[in-house]
């Protein structure tokens, strides 16, 4: 098999806007994408499986074997029949991941960073990147590590923007048009497990809990006020969701004061914690950039330098 010597894509990071645990259940989730990225580049042969992933890795990388039987690094466990069917179509496969922004943030560095290795393995492998396809791909995988996935991160990665997403067996995915907003991205400077809140909520709320039902129509009810640009009537939403976030268990309450204090500032529209809770980031939609920055600050949280991302999945040169 002929192959090109070297393929890179990236992939950006996203946040959740509203529809958390919900969609696991088959409601509408809405998500945005960050002008963050993940790149990876795949270089084929040399006889080894050879990972590199020094802004994810820390002190763990890099990594070479030539042994398949399982991976060699709980890093690869996701990537690994990805990274088995490369090693043997080329005599070995070369990996290594380049991230704008560490996974302590919470921005979906692992499917984004799927995503990227799927695209970038498929060109070497002349493969068609038929977006229905990686999608599928990055669930399987994830679905196969973590069990429950809805996929909302990698369809929103995938297609960039701001992503309306349903799951299920035939996944609904879409972007949404609207005019630019005012978002800001803070980080609470605590590191949240999903899954371990995923298990936790669950536990307090078994699946069928009529409050996915209300979280999943202000997901629906989110998405069109998004795309017609409604600020005043979003952040309203948005404090909503954060408040059925905490209802549902998912926000410690020394987060859950300051951030409701930040959606009573006067700078900021609307205010929550994003995604499955616990820490992470918070989104915040912005009256004004700068004094919604400081109002954030004085919370104690700290100010990223990001902004909304119109492009998704993409090759790079």
């Known amino acids: 098999m002929s192959a090109p010597r070297i393929s890179a894509w ?7 806007l509203f529809g958390e645990y919900a969609v696991l259940e088959g409601h509408p989730a809405v998500a945005l994408c960050l002008n963050a990225r993940i790149r990876c580049t795949a270089v084929p042969g040399g006889g080894q499986v050879h990972f590199d992933a020094p802004s994810l890795l820390g002190d ?3 990594i070479a074997t030539d042994v398949l039987a399982s991976p060699p690094d709980p890093a690869l466990e996701l990537l690994w029949p990805l990274i088995t069917e490369a ?22 560095s ?19 990147r038929v977006p ?80 996915y039902a209300r979280i999943g129509k202000l997901a629906e009810a989110g998405a069109d006020l998004l ?55 918070v989104l915040i939609l912005a009256r004004d950039i700068a004094g919604a920055s400081r109002a954030a600050r004085a919370q104690g949280f700290e100010v990223l330098p990001l902004s909304f991302e119109e492009q998704g999945l993409r090759e790079e040169s």
């Open 132 to 211: 229905e396809s990686l999608f599928a791909t990055v669930r399987r995988f994830q679905r196969r590590i973590q069990g429950a996935a809805s996929g909302y991160d990698a369809a929103t990665q995938l297609l960039g923007g701001a992503v309306r997403f349903v799951g299920g067996d035939t996944p609904q995915m879409e972007r949404i048009e609207g005019p630019r907003l005012p978002w800001i991205v803070a980080y609470t400077g605590v590191k949240a497990s999903t899954g371990d809140m995923i298990r936790a909520v669950r536990a307090r709320h078994p699946v069928g809990s009529p409050i």
């Open 227 to 281: 795309a017609k640009g409604d600020r005043a009537l979003l952040g309203e939403g948005m404090n909503v969701g954060h408040e059925l976030l905490a209802d549902l268990g998912a926000v410690p309450n020394d987060l859950d004061d300051r951030i409701r204090a930040l959606q009573r500032d006067p700078w900021v529209h609307g205010a929550r914690m994003s995604g499955a809770g616990g820490g992470d980031c």
């Open 60 to 62: 763990r990388g890099p």
């Open 87 to 108: 090693y043997l179509a080329f005599d070995g496969i070369a990996l290594r991941f380049d991230a704008e922004f560490p996974h302590t943030w919470g921005l979906g």
């Open 110 to 128: 692992s499917s984004a960073s799927s995503l990227a290795a799927i695209a970038a393995v498929w060109t070497l492998l002349d493969r068609d």
């Open 10 to 16: 990236s992939a950006p990071g996203k946040l959740m």
